[in-house]
């Protein structure tokens, strides 16, 4: 039985439930190329949907328009009930602006290539969000971020600096940090891509863990066993379109389409 079929039985499959995050149409193009061509996905709380398919299909992309890091072109992003439209940026209002800013915070990310302050120490880089963006007082930020690097199993390198760190324990600070926002949903785009084989389990293990917790997470990865073992649904991409979708067991082990069957041997021989 995979992690999600025991953290899911409280959750009956006869009753559906609402989505927290929906993408609905989603479009982006880039020029005269259209990298992303009407995607749809829904994750409701305590989902874990996991993105696959070849360099260029447009998983990245998708997962950096979910927060408007990328401009979608068409399409909207409802998280909560709350739609966010596709709106040029010079043509957005101070409303509109600051919807956006309440959507980033409410939708965490963790990226490939960590992202850390590199003049701050491990606990400095997890204080900074909630100071800065939250409000929090210095005192309540620095407990809170005490309880999130034990959490992904660095309470011993607080106070070290990125540069003292492996690839591994920068990614899991970089993890801490994105929890201590107390996001809605997590993204992680490609986040064992940038790190050493041995590294990699350390980072998956704190994954899993949160899945284990019920965290809503949308994960980009090249880590077939993980998708399977965690997620909810498994989502391939294939040119900008969705080529395949399902429970991971379906899509991962009885793949229907030739681009689905081709990925997936490049990962088994």
């Known amino acids: 039985m995979s992690l999600r079929e025991k953290g899911n039985s409280m959750y009956p499959s006869s009753l559906p439930r609402a989505p927290l995050l929906e993408v609905r ?3 982006k193009s880039f020029g005269s190329l259209e990298v ?20 260029g299909s447009g998983k990245s992309t998708l997962i950096r328009c979910i ?25 957005r209002s101070r409303r509109q602006n600051a919807d956006l800013v309440y959507l980033r915070r409410k939708v965490g990310m963790v990226f490939q290539s960590f992202n850390l302050w590199p003049h701050r120490s491990a606990i400095e880089n997890v204080m900074e969000g909630p100071v800065q963006v939250l409000g929090v007082s210095k005192k309540e930020a620095r ?14 390198r607080i106070d070290y600096y990125p540069s003292q760190l ?8 970089a993890i801490a940090r994105a929890l201590a926002m107390e996001p809605a949903i997590l993204l992680f785009d490609e986040p064992t891509s940038a790190l050493d084989p041995e590294l990699v389990g350390e980072v998956l293990r704190v ?21 399977l073992e965690v997620s909810s649904e498994v989502v391939f991409l294939s040119k900008g379109n969705i080529e395949e979708r399902g429970s991971p067991s379906d899509v991962l082990k009885s793949p229907k389409s030739e681009a ?10």
């Open 25 to 27: 149409n989603l479009r």
């Open 36 to 55: 992303l061509k009407g995607v749809n996905i829904a994750a409701a709380k305590g989902d874990i949907v996991t993105l696959i398919g070849s360099s």
């Open 67 to 91: 927060n408007f890091l990328e401009e979608p072109t068409q399409g909207e992003i409802v998280l909560d009930g709350v739609v966010y439209s596709a709106i040029p940026l010079r043509r």
């Open 143 to 156: 407990e809170n971020a005490l309880g999130y690097l034990e959490k992904v199993g660095l309470s011993d």
């Open 166 to 173: 492996s690839g591994g324990q920068q990614q899991r600070v």
């Open 207 to 227: 994954m899993q863990n949160l899945a284990s917790e019920g965290r809503t997470m949308i994960i980009v990865t090249h880590e077939m066993q993980f998708a």
């Open 260 to 269: 689905l069957a081709s990925f997936l041997q490049r990962y088994r021989s």
